[in-house]
T-cell receptor, first 111, second 112 residues
Framework: DGGITQSPKYLFRKEGQNVTLSCEQNLNHDAMYWYRQDPGQGLRLIYY???????QKGDIAEGYSVSREKKESFPLTVTSAQKNPTAFYLC??????????FGQGTRLTVV | GNSVTQMEGPVTLSEEAFLTINCTYTATGYPSLFWYVQYPGEGLQLLLK?????DKGSNKGFEATYRKETTSFHLEKGSVQVSDSAVYFCALSEDSWGKLQFGAGTQVVVTP
């Protein structure tokens, strides 16, 4: 089936650690996105990429990094510089003919 | 900058009741408008969309009309079911349809 796969579903990070969230899509979409969701809030854009080997900062990029070496993959690294990383992270890909498709999310918790 | 404002929840309804969730927006250009739905512990699913003024998006009994004069995109459903219990997000996009500005979300709870 076509779709977006995020892994892991749950992730625990110790203080000072970097962690990487995986996002893979087989929809052949050019554009991919990372959003952060906090309780009672809407989603906020972290980074996006409209083409391989290129990406742009969103509204809350500080403390995060991404890469886009393949069309299918857009991993997000949460660095130790992100002071409040506990949140639900959602990856999406889009085509202007049908809109954005979201993965099932990764819940990151700092322990 | 752009912004989306939705009515606060939770909205609690009985089965077969009429549902309305208000959504208004501010934008510098002519955005496309979307409603997404999120079930507990899951990602978002596109519910419906409208790309220009007076367009009506519809899906699964839900409808919303793009009203440029009132900058609104209210979501309605005539008869809700328990399975409609979820969080609903209104969103806009001015360019790429994945680069979205979201409202805070409205939780809907439908009781039997």
């Amino acid at each position: 089936d076509g779709g977006i796969t995020q892994s892991p579903k749950y992730l625990f990070r110790k203080e000072g650690q970097n962690v990487t969230l995986s996002c893979e899509q087989n929809l052949n979409h050019d554009a991919m996105y990372w959003y952060r969701q906090d309780p009672g809030q809407g989603l906020r854009l972290i980074y996006y990429s409209q083409i391989v080997n290129d990406f742009q900062k969103g509204d809350i990029a500080e403390g995060y990094s991404v890469s886009r070496e393949k069309k299918e993959s857009f991993p997000l690294t949460v660095t130790s510089a992100q002071k409040n990383p506990t949140a639900f992270y959602l990856c999406a890909s889009s085509s202007n003919r049908v809109g954005a498709f979201f993965g099932q999310g990764t819940r990151l918790t700092v322990v | 900058g752009n912004s989306v404002t939705q009515m606060e929840g939770p909205v609690t309804l009985s089965e077969e009741a009429f549902l309305t969730i208000n959504c208004t927006y501010t934008a510098t250009g002519y955005p496309s408008l979307f409603w997404y739905v999120q079930y507990p512990g899951e990602g978002l699913q596109l519910l419906l969309k409208a790309t220009k003024a007076d367009d009506k998006g519809s899906n699964k009994g839900f409808e919303a009309t793009y009203r440029k004069e009132t900058t609104s995109f209210h979501l309605e459903k005539g008869s809700v079911q328990v399975s409609d219990s979820a969080v609903y997000f209104c969103a806009l996009s001015e360019d790429s349809w994945g680069k979205l500005q979201f409202g805070a979300g409205t939780q809907v709870v439908v009781t039997p």
